[in-house]
């Protein structure tokens, strides 16, 4: 049985991460890949918080809900792509602090987008992720 190891890659040559993320993360032997869709801070119950750091909460707890179903962890997350309206960028640290408490200290590929908005208007953050295992 193969094991997958998810292992952060940064050059010496390459200027480092702006913030506490990888750059790159490699992935041997992997045999299971997990793709998310953007998830956005909907409940269960189709309420959405109108708070960001609410909304983002809600973001990560289904995520992780989504891992647990594939019978996965955050462990496994090796890429995240953020998108977060414009007019909320104020806000960016509590979405990375969001992120940096899921993946509990794990570093993994992460990239933030802004957007002007997304397909609802009370939506305020997006998260999409692949993981392997």
Aim: cysteine-free; glycine content about 4%; overall charge negative.
């Amino acid at each position: 049985m193969l094991v997958t190891m998810n292992r952060e890659i940064t050059p010496a040559s390459v200027a480092p991460p702006a913030a506490n993320y990888a750059l790159a993360v490699q992935s041997d032997g992997a045999q299971r890949w997990l793709h998310v869709s953007g998830i956005v801070g909907v409940r269960p119950d189709g309420s959405i918080p109108a708070d960001l750091s609410e909304q983002v909460a809600v973001v990560w707890s289904s995520l992780v809900a989504i891992l647990a179903e594939a019978q996965m962890t955050t462990g496994d997350v090796v890429s995240i792509t953020t998108y977060v309206v414009s007019q909320h960028l104020q806000s960016l640290p509590v979405v990375m602090a969001a992120r940096d408490r899921a993946l509990a200290g794990q570093r993994v590929a992460s990239t933030l987008v802004t957007v002007p908005a997304l397909a609802r208007p009370e939506w305020k953050v997006e998260i999409a992720l692949i993981a392997a295992q």
